[in-house]
């Protein structure tokens, strides 16, 4: 009864262009590539190898605490604690500079750790305790903000030389170093994508019931995702200090709302199961792009937030409308 | 290993007892869900399980598939003990369960969907893609599935492919055991899952099979446990048992099936028309002209997929017709959404398909969930009153027959069967004089089925209006005055009062019975 016909591999590989447009990631690729003709045009030093390390360097702990509070977001959960954990890891940096490489690779540890500690208990509160994931990071987030503080209760402090200096450097002229970074982020996101944990992620993120029915622990994949993003928190409050050289217990708040902007606007659904880490660094970036272009336009840093909040609900309305018109809804 | 069963002995057939189980215990909370429970199934039989929503069976089912533990009891499969401590413990053990409620992950393919929780790796342990495809396309040629593309998303498919897929995904599982809870709630046509279901046997698996279609599980099981409030009654062997035998011991009282249309059809085919479509075309919907008069129970009888979907959802003003017009109580309208319909004329009531999606909210309490739509009604200056909440929904309550003790309950907690009466009142509540109702009784026990009839029936006997599609033509036979079968999006023949019949019917719904497909919507 069971036709054996021969299968078609070659269906495997159908070239997806428009998919991959449709995507959040490709939109707001697109829109990153738009914005940067842009600023080439009202500035065109933008072109040059300085310049655009300079926005790259600026763009960087955004980019990274986006890609940490994706792997929250995909596994329908929010995260506050990035607050916390990026202006804990800072002070830390500020407070206990440790020199040279190895002093580097040291505070890169440490705050690792340190971020990893902040998403074990956020893991244990959510995945075993099954608090609402809101409330238990926003609790994480401000005993963070208090340690912050207690270690350093004033902008001061001077991180690490070597790290202030070579992380925003270019490598052989070009390349700019904290873009590595990033890079490191993106490929570690690539396999881990690909491991039954990261396929996990998608399924608990679209639904739980049905991911525990398929055999997925559940518990298991919501707390490796706070762990994961915790220690990639810890990494960008890293880039955040080589970037500032400086202490400021209050250095993370702006990124709480800036990163679920960028994961919104890099296509990742908040309601989970739908978007990639890829797409949030993209977003962030983008962010961090609009800045520029608008100051190089004259325009008062006043008016950012109001651009920024513009172009966000115009990429999630854009993005749907295009979905919708090349029929990718789902069988009603 | 054998325990005595209770009610009319049994002859156990040949073959080795796959698994038994013994005085299973489970209670939530207060509520004891299974009190009671033992059977035994053999290799290579299909043993039916059979009781009223709210039995114990889901219950059961969970217990077999590791996802909650007994209280009390113990199971042994194939001699040794067995107490499963998570779904994959069971699947370890060679027991795999197709669930009611689809266990599949919307946004993942259809390939790992089937391969969940562990794909086929590749470089360095990471998944492969081209494997995970390729173990998916084996899988589906193995059951017939060619159609289905590996890489698919599985939301893409229609409800009925999901379903197989869930089947399919048990199968690949399962080494001793297959449950399968409700596995044709979504499949018109029931011949692919049979055969395979022959075909498993054969080897020696032993299959539970959930249905609330007794003329399928008289076609493919041999023995069935009957399951009353949470005990297993008895196991009777179904060629001795009659229907009527086997109603009593799921229900303690007779059931009659007898058509309750009949008297009134005559009066209301000349009543005024309520409802006319004419020329509705769009999607699958080919030129579809139609009218529902005042008084009448209409039935649209079609296999899978044949426009009944697109038809109820425009009725609702969910969708937009590509030409046609819709005419409520004499005047052309364009439904601009479901609260649109139920405003204009009598009002356009609609009861969707799916409803844990599109149904039931499960935070609220069922108390809360009928009066939904007459909120306003319920309050005072502007707050809902719980007084006026819980009388107006005892109200309705009543109307289908919901016992209202369940009420203050999360709807959510409920059975299937008590969530189906909670949102037929709610779509009673809405005053509308009109109702679109899709599959009212998908998934319902008999108990719950026969309130349902009798709800529409009295809904229509005050005058009240009824457009429904059912999955299942005896149910059509039983309750309709008037039925249209649905055959490639056109209206292929209709019926009226006595002509209405499930011969008659199975003829209509392949179209002139020229294709292989088999009809078989509970027809055997």
Same mark, same amino acid.
């Not at chain 1, 893991?123 to 503080?149: F, Y």
């Not at chain 2, 229609?158 to 399968?180: K, S, T």
């Not at chain 2, 209409?298 to 005419?327: D, M």
């Not at chain 2, 011969?503 to 179209?511: E, R, S």
């Given at each position: 009864?069971?036709?054996?016909?021969?299968?078609?591999?070659?269906?495997?590989?159908?070239?997806?262009?428009?998919?991959?447009?449709?995507?959040?990631?490709?939109?707001?690729?697109?829109?990153?590539?738009?914005?940067?003709?842009?600023?080439?045009?009202?500035?065109?030093?933008?072109?040059?190898?300085?310049?655009?390390?300079?926005?790259?360097?600026?763009?960087?702990?955004?980019?990274?605490?986006?890609?940490?509070?994706?792997?929250?977001?995909?596994?329908?959960?929010?995260?506050?604690?990035?607050?916390?954990?990026?202006?804990?890891?800072?002070?830390?940096?500020?407070?206990?500079?440790?020199?040279?490489?190895?002093?580097?690779?040291?505070?890169?540890?440490?705050?690792?750790?340190?971020?990893?500690?902040?998403?074990?208990?956020?893991?244990?509160?959510?995945?075993?305790?099954?608090?609402?994931?809101?409330?238990?990071?926003?609790?994480?987030?401000?005993?963070?903000?208090?340690?912050?503080?207690?270690?350093?209760?004033?902008?001061?402090?001077?991180?690490?030389?070597?790290?202030?200096?070579?992380?925003?450097?270019?490598?052989?002229?070009?390349?700019?170093?904290?873009?590595?970074?990033?890079?490191?982020?993106?490929?570690?996101?690539?396999?881990?994508?690909?491991?039954?944990?990261?396929?996990?992620?998608?399924?608990?993120?679209?639904?739980?019931?049905?991911?525990?029915?398929?055999?997925?622990?559940?518990?298991?994949?919501?707390?490796?995702?706070?762990?994961?993003?915790?220690?990639?928190?810890?990494?960008?409050?890293?880039?955040?200090?080589?970037?500032?050289?400086?202490?400021?217990?209050?250095?993370?708040?702006?990124?709480?709302?800036?990163?679920?902007?960028?994961?919104?606007?890099?296509?990742?659904?908040?309601?989970?199961?739908?978007?990639?880490?890829?797409?949030?660094?993209?977003?962030?970036?983008?962010?961090?792009?609009?800045?520029?272009?608008?100051?190089?336009?004259?325009?008062?840093?006043?008016?950012?937030?109001?651009?920024?909040?513009?172009?966000?609900?115009?990429?999630?309305?854009?993005?749907?409308?295009?979905?919708?018109?090349?029929?990718?809804?789902?069988?009603? | 290993?054998?325990?005595?069963?209770?009610?009319?002995?049994?002859?156990?057939?040949?073959?080795?007892?796959?698994?038994?189980?013994?005085?299973?215990?489970?209670?939530?909370?207060?509520?004891?869900?299974?009190?009671?429970?033992?059977?035994?199934?053999?290799?290579?039989?299909?043993?039916?399980?059979?009781?009223?929503?709210?039995?114990?069976?889901?219950?059961?089912?969970?217990?077999?598939?590791?996802?909650?533990?007994?209280?009390?009891?113990?199971?042994?499969?194939?001699?040794?003990?067995?107490?499963?401590?998570?779904?994959?413990?069971?699947?370890?053990?060679?027991?795999?369960?197709?669930?009611?409620?689809?266990?599949?992950?919307?946004?993942?393919?259809?390939?790992?969907?089937?391969?969940?929780?562990?794909?086929?790796?590749?470089?360095?342990?990471?998944?492969?893609?081209?494997?995970?495809?390729?173990?998916?396309?084996?899988?589906?040629?193995?059951?017939?599935?060619?159609?289905?593309?590996?890489?698919?998303?599985?939301?893409?498919?229609?409800? %009925?492919? &999901?379903?197989?897929?869930?089947?399919?995904? /048990?199968?690949? !599982? *399962?080494?001793? #055991? $297959?449950?399968?809870?409700?596995?044709?709630?979504?499949?018109?046509?029931?011949?692919?899952?049979?055969?395979?279901?022959?075909?498993?046997?054969?080897?020696?698996?032993?299959?539970?099979?959930?249905?609330?279609?007794?003329?399928?599980?008289?076609?493919?099981?041999?023995?069935?446990?009957?399951?009353?409030?949470?005990?297993?009654?008895?196991?009777?062997?179904?060629?001795?048992?009659?229907?009527?035998?086997?109603?009593?011991?799921?229900?303690?009282?007779?059931?009659? %099936?007898? &058509?309750?249309?009949?008297?009134?059809?005559? /009066?209301?085919? !000349? *009543?005024?028309? #309520? $409802?006319?479509?004419?020329?509705?075309?769009?999607?699958?919907?080919?030129?579809?002209?139609?009218?529902?008069?005042?008084?009448?129970?209409?039935?649209?009888?079609?296999?899978?997929?044949?426009?009944?979907?697109?038809?109820?959802?425009?009725?609702?003003?969910?969708?937009?017709?590509?030409?046609?017009?819709?005419?409520?109580?004499?005047?052309?309208?364009?439904?601009?959404?479901?609260?649109?319909?139920?405003?204009?004329?009598?009002?356009?009531?609609?009861?969707?398909e799916e409803r844990k999606t599109e149904g039931i909210l499960s935070g609220l309490s069922a108390a809360s969930n009928i009066v939904l739509p007459i909120l306003p009604a319920v309050s005072k200056a502007g707050l809902v009153s719980g007084r006026n909440e819980r009388a107006a929904s005892e109200e309705h309550a009543q109307r289908v027959e919901m016992s209202q003790r369940y009420l203050s309950f999360p709807i959510g907690d409920l059975s299937g069967g008590n969530q189906q009466k909670a949102l037929l009142a709610r779509v009673m509540a809405t005053g509308a004089q009109t109702l679109l109702l899709f599959d009212p009784t998908r998934g319902v026990d008999v108990g719950t089925k026969q309130s349902i009839y009798a709800a529409i029936s009295n809904f229509a006997e005050q005058g009240g209006s009824v457009l429904f599609y059912s999955s299942e033509l005896p149910e059509i036979v039983q309750l309709a005055h008037r039925c249209m079968v649905l055959y490639g999006g056109r209206i292929f023949s209709e019926f009226t009062g006595e002509d209405i019949d499930e011969q008659a019917l199975v003829a209509a719904l392949i179209g002139h019975g020229g294709a292989e497909r088999r009809a078989s919507a509970g027809v055997h």
């Amino acid at each position: 009864m069971a036709s054996l016909t021969h299968s078609t591999p070659h269906r495997m590989r159908r070239a997806q262009p428009m998919k991959l447009l449709t995507s959040g990631a490709g939109i707001v690729f697109v829109l990153y590539v738009l914005l940067y003709a842009i600023y080439a045009f009202l500035q065109p030093s933008a072109l040059s190898s300085s310049t655009f390390t300079n926005l790259v360097n600026n763009s960087v702990p955004l980019a990274i605490a986006a890609a940490g509070e994706t792997l929250v977001v995909l596994s329908r959960g929010f995260d506050l604690s990035v607050a916390g954990v990026i202006s804990l890891t800072n002070v830390l940096m500020a407070v206990y500079p440790q020199e040279g490489p190895f002093g580097a690779l040291v505070s890169l540890t440490i705050c690792l750790a340190v971020g990893g500690i902040v998403g074990a208990v956020n893991g244990w509160l959510v995945a075993i305790l099954r608090l609402q994931a809101i409330a238990a990071t926003l609790a994480t987030m401000i005993v963070c903000q208090g340690l912050a503080l207690v270690i350093l209760d004033a902008p001061g402090g001077m991180v690490a030389d070597w790290v202030s200096y070579e992380l925003t450097d270019r490598l052989f002229g070009v390349l700019p170093i904290s873009g590595l970074f990033v890079l490191a982020v993106v490929l570690a996101w690539l396999v881990f994508k690909r491991t039954n944990l990261g396929l996990g992620l998608y399924a608990v993120g679209a639904d739980e019931q049905a991911a525990s029915l398929s055999g997925i622990s559940v518990i298991k994949v919501r707390f490796a995702a706070f762990v994961g993003a915790g220690m990639i928190y810890g990494l960008a409050g890293f880039m955040l200090s080589a970037q500032t050289a400086t202490g400021n217990p209050n250095s993370g708040t702006p990124f709480l709302m800036l990163a679920f902007a960028a994961v919104a606007l890099g296509g990742t659904s908040l309601s989970g199961g739908r978007g990639g880490l890829i797409g949030s660094i993209l977003g962030a970036a983008t962010l961090m792009l609009l800045q520029k272009v608008l100051f190089s336009g004259g325009v008062s840093s006043f008016y950012t937030g109001i651009f920024q909040g513009v172009v966000l609900v115009l990429a999630i309305v854009f993005g749907s409308a295009f979905a919708r018109l090349t029929g990718r809804r789902t069988a009603a | 290993m054998q325990e005595p069963v209770s009610g009319p002995a049994v002859p156990i057939g040949a073959g080795e007892v796959a698994l038994s189980i013994e005085a299973i215990r489970k209670a939530y909370g207060a509520t004891v869900a299974v009190e009671n429970a033992a059977m035994t199934l053999m290799a290579g039989e299909v043993h039916a399980l059979l009781g009223e929503n709210g039995a114990g069976k889901s219950t059961l089912v969970k217990i077999l598939s590791g996802v909650v533990r007994p209280d009390a009891g113990g199971m042994v499969l194939k001699g040794r003990p067995y107490a499963p401590s998570s779904i994959s413990a069971a699947r370890a053990e060679g027991v795999a369960t197709a669930f009611q409620e689809l266990s599949l992950l919307p946004n993942l393919s259809v390939a790992e969907n089937l391969l969940l929780p562990r794909l086929p790796k590749g470089v360095a342990g990471m998944t492969s893609a081209a494997g995970t495809w390729q173990a998916g396309a084996d899988i589906l040629a193995r059951y017939g599935l060619d159609h289905i593309d590996p890489g698919a998303a599985l939301e893409s498919l229609p409800l %009925a492919d &999901r379903q197989r897929i869930e089947i399919v995904r /048990a199968f690949v !599982n *399962a080494r001793h #055991v $297959l449950v399968l809870d409700e596995p044709t709630a979504a499949l018109a046509d029931t011949q692919w899952l049979f055969d395979h279901v022959r075909a498993a046997t054969a080897k020696g698996m032993a299959v539970l099979y959930i249905s609330h279609r007794l003329s399928e599980v008289r076609a493919l099981c041999s023995r069935a446990t009957v399951l009353r409030n949470g005990r297993s009654i008895a196991t009777v062997e179904l060629s001795a048992a009659t229907d009527g035998d086997i109603f009593e011991m799921m229900v303690g009282r007779r059931g009659h %099936a007898a &058509r309750r249309a009949a008297a009134s059809t005559a /009066a209301t085919l !000349n *009543a005024p028309v #309520v $409802l006319a479509v004419s020329g509705m075309a769009g999607d699958t919907l080919k030129d579809v002209s139609f009218e529902l008069r005042k008084g009448e129970i209409l039935g649209i009888a079609a296999l899978e997929g044949q426009g009944q979907r697109e038809l109820f959802r425009t009725l609702a003003g969910l969708r937009q017709p590509a030409s046609g017009t819709i005419s409520v109580d004499g005047v052309a309208q364009a439904l601009r959404g479901p609260s649109h319909a139920l405003r204009v004329g009598g009002g356009i009531a609609y009861l969707p398909e799916e409803r844990k999606t599109e149904g039931i909210l499960s935070g609220l309490s069922a108390a809360s969930n009928i009066v939904l739509p007459i909120l306003p009604a319920v309050s005072k200056a502007g707050l809902v009153s719980g007084r006026n909440e819980r009388a107006a929904s005892e109200e309705h309550a009543q109307r289908v027959e919901m016992s209202q003790r369940y009420l203050s309950f999360p709807i959510g907690d409920l059975s299937g069967g008590n969530q189906q009466k909670a949102l037929l009142a709610r779509v009673m509540a809405t005053g509308a004089q009109t109702l679109l109702l899709f599959d009212p009784t998908r998934g319902v026990d008999v108990g719950t089925k026969q309130s349902i009839y009798a709800a529409i029936s009295n809904f229509a006997e005050q005058g009240g209006s009824v457009l429904f599609y059912s999955s299942e033509l005896p149910e059509i036979v039983q309750l309709a005055h008037r039925c249209m079968v649905l055959y490639g999006g056109r209206i292929f023949s209709e019926f009226t009062g006595e002509d209405i019949d499930e011969q008659a019917l199975v003829a209509a719904l392949i179209g002139h019975g020229g294709a292989e497909r088999r009809a078989s919507a509970g027809v055997h």
